[in-house]
């Protein structure tokens, strides 16, 4: 079955430029998440969305960053005026509506690796 | 704040040994705990998960963790490693909808 969809793989920029990662998350998945991996670091949030409430936007690491759902369905992270330490691996994930009682798990994508030089 | 800390970045072991990962976590309120696995050149899946109930939980290739309320703790452990166990761990919290992650811990499998 499809899992989530993350493009591109791998896009390389220069510095000062805009970048546009996209995600298509799992049918039905209502909740949707980005992380970005920098080289040996843990994961760190950047957002999350939950169906029609607003997203949760406190991870997002400065104004440059922004991202944009539409309904359900795909998700775009935009980073304008790209610099050097935003070089990392974009991940997004999906899950059904959280229930505490079940726990549901993330759903994860490749990623897009990102490097500014 | 809420925290998860990996104590270990890299962890070798030779096969067929025991191994532990240690997760310690810090939060003020009940959470959800989870071990995620990424395998080489694949994306991060779920290996187990403790919300409620007992506070020993397995997954389906041997692997089990414990819940340990009083020392903050969710370590992962398994009795005897294989070389297919090569991966990167992640060890996550919930707090509501939140998911926090920490920095994971790769594990090296020696012949």
């Known amino acids: 079955g499809a899992g989530v969809s993350q493009s591109p793989s791998n896009k390389v920029t220069e510095k000062g430029k805009d970048v546009e990662l996209r995600c298509d998350p799992i049918?039905?998945?209502?909740?949707l998440y980005w992380y970005r991996q920098r080289l040996g670091q843990g994961l760190e949030f950047l957002i999350y969305?939950?169906?029609?409430?607003?997203?949760?936007k406190s991870g997002l690491p400065s104004d440059r960053f922004s991202a944009e759902r539409t309904g359900e369905s795909v998700s775009t992270l935009t980073i304008q005026r790209t610099q050097q330490e935003d070089s990392a691996v974009y991940l997004c994930?999906?899950?059904?509506?959280?229930?505490?009682?079940?726990?549901?798990?993330?759903?994860f994508g490749n990623g897009t690796r990102l490097t500014v030089t | 704040a809420q925290s998860v800390t990996q104590l270990d970045s890299q962890v070798p072991v030779f096969e067929e040994a025991p191994v532990e990962l240690r997760c310690n976590y810090s939060s003020s309120v009940s959470v959800y705990l989870f071990w995620y696995v990424q395998y080489p050149n694949q994306g991060l899946q779920l290996l187990l998960k403790y919300l409620s109930g007992s506070t020993l939980v397995e997954s389906i290739n041997g692997f089990e963790a414990e819940f340990n309320k009083s020392q903050t703790s969710f370590h992962l452990r398994k009795p005897s490693v294989h070389i297919s166990d090569t991966a990167e761990y992640f060890c996550a919290l919930s707090l509501g909808d939140k998911i926090i992650f920490g920095k994971g811990t790769r594990l090296h499998i020696l012949p």
């Open positions: 994930a999906s899950s059904l509506v959280w229930d505490r009682g079940s726990g549901s798990p993330l759903h």
């Open positions: 049918s039905g998945h209502t909740a």
């Open positions: 969305f939950q169906g029609n409430s607003a997203p949760d």
